[in-house]
């Protein structure tokens, strides 16, 4: 079985005379200079998953297409509770898992290098992991392409007129273009919460109510 050492180390190679037990074998360099990703990224697991992919894809010219299946799979992993729950069943057999997550992609017409890539995380019991390692790959994307992800959370959907604003807003803060990630979150009751990697923008109403309330007790 691959650990993440070796898979950072590999390319894919199929097997196309026995695809069932086809052992998917990566090759990747670790002079990652093409790609502007901060070391955080690189020493998470997710991390070094996620840098071997777009290492990949880059090689193969296929980085937008292997984005887009990682960003259906992300929203396919956020509507169902079952196929979080089969990633992360620790008692799934790595057939089990592999099988299923085979389904999937075949159901999302995923390409074949993402296909690969997840029968590997399958094999090595790494599927749990997959949310982070698609959030590292858009990282790294994203700053290849010069971009800064903004996620976006608001009590109510944000309309596109004030999606605009904000992303021009915070583009000229950045000084580089924003890509927003928005999302819902009632309990924030209102206003805005905005992280761009370690920066943390609270303008809830939610925050200030707690801190209207520190402060009375003061």
Do not use: W
Not at 9 to 34: A, K, N, Y
Not at 48 to 60: D, G, K
Not at 97 to 113: C, F, K, P, T
Not at 176 to 198: A, C, E, M, N, Q
Request: glycine share 8%; hydrophobic share 45%; aromatic share 2%.
């Amino acid at each position: 079985m691959l650990g993440a050492r070796q898979l950072c180390r590999g390319t894919f190679i199929t097997c196309p005379e026995r695809p069932r037990r086809c052992i998917v074998i990566f090759r990747i360099q670790r002079d990652l200079t093409r790609v502007d990703i901060s070391a955080g990224i690189q020493a998470s697991l997710a991390g070094r998953y996620a840098s071997a992919l777009f290492e990949l894809a880059s090689e193969h010219g296929t980085v937008t297409a292997v984005e887009s299946d990682l960003e259906n799979l992300a929203a396919a992993l956020a509507e169902s509770g079952e196929l979080r729950e089969v990633t992360r069943n620790p008692e799934l057999s790595r057939k089990a898992q592999g099988d299923a997550i085979a389904a999937v992609a075949n159901h999302l017409r995923l390409s074949d290098l993402t296909r690969n890539f997840l029968g590997v995380l399958a094999a090595n019991r790494r599927l749990g992991a997959v949310g982070d390692m698609i959030r590292a790959f858009q990282a790294i994307a994203a700053a290849q392409r010069g971009e800064v992800t903004a996620e976006v959370a608001s009590a109510h959907p944000l309309t596109d007129e004030q999606l605009a604003a904000l992303k021009d807003k915070l583009t000229a803060r950045q000084g580089r273009t924003v890509k927003l990630k928005p999302s819902v979150d009632p309990d924030l009751l209102g206003g805005l919460v905005v992280t761009i990697g370690s920066q943390r923008i609270d303008g809830s109403i939610r925050t200030r109510l707690n801190s209207l309330a520190q402060a009375m007790k003061a």
